[in-house]
């Protein structure tokens, strides 16, 4: 009995260390972006623990890992999540919370949780990065340069067709933010109904031409092969279609909208250890500086700015590209999580609607 | 003697009545062949039955404000218990009293101790926008509230005194509901209890039922009458042609869907192949030119390309056996070619009419990939909603009462075309 018992042990013991030993699985939204993690975080993360890390991909992560929680199979340790996702998925209860003194502290020996841009850890998350949606034209295909946000609605004096990402998210706060609404006012405005028709009349002018996207690979593709003359884009992107590949696509920063990717581990995750480790080691202050050499997402830490240098080509600057830097946050809305928690479902549900008739 | 043999039963060698060895050898057959099927049956019943069975009833049945299911212990916690209790003392109508609001915030610590706030809000939420904050809001201070609860929950929002909220929050605490099907066709409850529309601007389910239906209807029909030459050209080409020819339809049915798809892409978009010759050509200006993508015209052209098959390959099976001399008689007889073939020829390619149309129909009614990536905004048909709640929204009761609407109305199809032309001329190949 007592053989048979401690072989118990010894077998479930190897199970669990050889299911933590081995692997962490990481989602996140594709492209360049998941590359930047690849080479910022997994693999020398890999190099230093020897956990090997698979990396999946997802449109918007959030809702895999909804539906695998919810379903009591999850294959995904940790995945990345926009903020209002983060928040929503925390309270309904599936994911894990995480504990910030975890959190390695900034060079300096200031801790973690002052070290991060203010809303930046969340109970259940932990964000590695500030991104924004932008304007982007192909500056082959646009006569003249379009100046402020109004212009990307403004098929008249800019012809030609539109980009734009199949949610209300973000849309609807553009359209306000052409019509003139200041952008420290755009969510009071959108929080009534004539605020949202408003948004909706913006809208309205330009339906027809506009061209949906839904993954953050598809901009760049669609203004490069001229089916778009402007989009609304990921900023990092846009920014390694334009260095890397070269393509003439620039960034219209005026009325840009500023929002954080978080890391979470969604509740039952099979390596939940492994999961937390990673979590800690991709956001100390080293490799978050490190992401920016890949892309030009802005690190979440304030210790990391000044650790961030060139791109991986060795000459480009990465500081003006980040959409963080003083000169690009002129007219910047910071992305309201409390709203889209709240009403993601109605706007969107508006947005179907006038997208369908 | 003779009623005595009748009375006696016939026995087998070893005595038994023959009857009941009859029965008995009847019976192991029965068994024996039932337990052949029975792979087949289990396979159907956990792969296709179930969760159709579980689809139908998550239409009606969603316990979101009523049962916390932890989602690792798989431990069940009834929640807003007290609140039930409330409504179930108090009629309709009634304005909730301080007695309410206490019971509110007794289901609230509860909500915070299994952390179902929310799940509970988004129940709520799905019938009322902008209550889930509500919910998570009041699960964030519950700790430092106080009675009298009337005021302290009116003035952490006062929506929390709306009498709708109530109304929706009494609808929500029993599981089963309609709500979700009349969501599905752009209704919803009144006040007083009936049905009234939702407002116009968000009227989307129904006209998206319209437009899946004629797209499909038009799709068959472009499919028939691009499909139903060239089965006839297969079926009465010799052997050896026919069959190279018959690899050309089949070429792309073997090719990937997403391949073909995207390559209507290519060829369609406004800078793409089409578009370019056109331009080249001078036949059409610079900025003339057509938009084919991202459009109904997209959706349309990509659909009945990659659905043809489906269409010929019944059409053909049941042309290849028709005995040709019918024609010739029908001609020798005085007919002239169009009478031949339509009163000797096509009546005797329905049931292959029937069954290409029937698959083609079904099959375009449910189609999900190819409209989300070539339909733009136009193109997109009820699926691609389905698709959505499925996937973004998470309301997974309005998607399945969306795809119970549309599963209905297709038996309802199958049911007219059964009275129609009667399914026994349905031949499938």
Not at chain 2, 412 to 422: A, F, K, N, S, T
Request: glycine share 6%; with cysteine.
């Amino acid at each position: 009995m007592k053989l048979k018992s401690v072989l118990m042990a010894t077998a479930l013991a190897g199970v669990a260390f050889g299911a933590q030993a081995q692997e962490v699985t990481v989602m996140s939204w594709g492209g360049a972006y998941t590359k930047s993690q690849v080479e910022a975080y997994h693999k020398p993360f890999t190099a230093e623990t020897g956990i090997k890390v698979n990396s999946v991909d997802a449109d918007n992560p959030a809702t895999p890992i909804k539906a695998q929680v919810e379903a009591g199979n999850v294959s995904v340790d940790v995945a990345d999540v926009e903020l209002s996702d983060a928040v929503r998925l925390c309270d309904e209860g599936l994911l894990e919370l995480i504990d910030h003194s975890m959190l390695p502290p900034a060079p300096d020996g200031t801790p973690a949780t002052e070290d991060f841009i203010e809303g930046a850890l969340q109970d259940c998350a932990v964000a590695s990065i500030v991104w924004s949606t932008v304007v982007s034209y192909n500056s082959d295909n646009v006569d003249g340069t379009p100046t402020s946000i109004a212009d990307f609605f403004d098929t008249e004096k800019f012809p030609g067709k539109r980009g734009l990402r199949k949610s209300a998210k973000a849309t609807l706060e553009m359209a306000l933010m052409a019509d003139g609404v200041p952008a420290e006012e755009v969510y009071d405005v959108l929080d009534t109904s004539e605020g949202v028709d408003r948004a909706f009349a913006v809208l309205d002018g330009i339906k027809d031409d506009i061209v949906w996207w839904e993954a953050g690979a598809q901009p760049p593709q669609l203004l490069a092969d001229g089916e778009v003359v402007m989009s609304t884009a990921y900023n990092g992107r846009i920014f390694n279609a334009a260095v890397m590949e070269e393509q003439p696509l620039e960034i219209l920063w005026d009325g840009q909208i500023l929002d954080f990717d978080l890391f979470v581990v969604p509740r039952g995750a099979a390596n939940m250890e492994s999961a937390m480790e990673f979590i800690s080691f991709a956001t100390d202050t080293q490799r978050l500086a490190d992401q920016a050499k890949w892309i030009s997402y802005g690190p979440a830490r304030k210790s990391s700015g000044e650790l961030v240098g060139l791109y991986q080509d060795g000459e480009t600057e990465m500081g003006p590209h980040m959409p963080t830097a003083e000169a690009n946050l002129e007219n910047a809305l910071v992305n309201n999580f409390e709203f889209w928690v709240d009403m993601d479902a109605e706007l969107n549900e508006r947005f179907n609607s006038w997208l369908a008739n | 003697m003779s009623d005595a043999t009748a009375n006696q039963s016939l026995t087998t060698a070893d005595g038994i009545p023959l009857k009941a060895a009859l029965a008995r050898a009847e019976a192991r057959a029965r068994r024996r062949a039932f337990l052949l099927v029975l792979p087949l049956l289990a396979f159907i019943l956990i792969t296709f039955v179930t969760p159709i069975a579980q689809m139908l009833h998550q239409s009606v049945y969603n316990e979101g404000f009523t049962m916390h299911t932890d989602v690792i212990t798989g431990e069940r916690t009834p929640i807003m218990t007290n609140v039930k209790e409330w409504f179930d003392e108090n009629p309709v109508g009634t304005e909730p009293d301080e007695e309410a609001y206490a019971a509110l915030a007794e289901d609230i610590r509860k909500l915070r101790e299994v952390r179902a706030a929310g799940s509970a809000g988004t129940r709520i939420n799905y019938e009322r926008s902008g209550t889930r904050s509500m919910f998570t809001k009041a699960n964030r201070s519950i700790t430092g509230l106080e009675p009298p609860y009337k005021e302290a929950f009116i003035e952490l929002d006062e929506e929390w005194g709306a009498p709708d909220l109530w109304q929706v929050m009494r609808d929500a605490s029993t599981p089963y509901t309609v709500n979700f099907y009349l969501a599905a066709i752009d209704l919803k409850k009144s006040p007083d209890g009936g049905f009234e529309g939702v407002p116009d601007n968000r009227k989307v389910y129904v006209n998206l039922f319209q437009r899946t239906l004629f797209l499909s209807v038009l799709i068959t029909f472009l499919t028939f009458v691009l499909g139903y030459p060239i089965a006839h050209l297969l079926a009465t080409l010799p052997l050896r042609q026919s069959n190279l020819l018959m690899i050309l339809v089949l070429l792309p049915f073997w090719t990937s869907l997403l391949v073909r798809t995207t390559s209507w892409i290519v060829l369609l978009q406004s800078e793409g192949v089409l578009n370019d010759a056109l331009v080249g050509a001078g036949l059409l200006g610079d900025e003339n030119r057509l938009p084919m993508m991202y459009n109904q015209i997209g959706t349309v052209v990509a659909m009945t390309h990659i659905l043809l098959p489906f269409m010929v390959l019944p059409l053909y099976s049941v042309m290849r056996p028709i005995n040709p001399s019918y024609v010739r008689a029908a001609r020798s007889l005085g007919a002239t070619s169009w009478t031949a073939f339509w009163r000797i020829y096509f009546p005797q390619t329905i049931p292959g009419i029937g069954a290409g149309a029937l698959l083609v129909f079904i099959l375009s009614v449910g189609y999900y990939i190819t409209p989300a990536l070539v339909g733009g905004s136009s193109g997109q048909l009820i699926s691609n909603l389905i698709a959505f709640h499925m996937q973004n929204s998470l309301n997974w009761s309005l998607a399945a009462a969306l795809a119970a609407l549309l599963l209905g109305g297709v038996l309802i199809l199958y049911w007219l075309y059964d009275r129609l032309v009667g399914i026994d001329n349905l031949k499938l190949g």
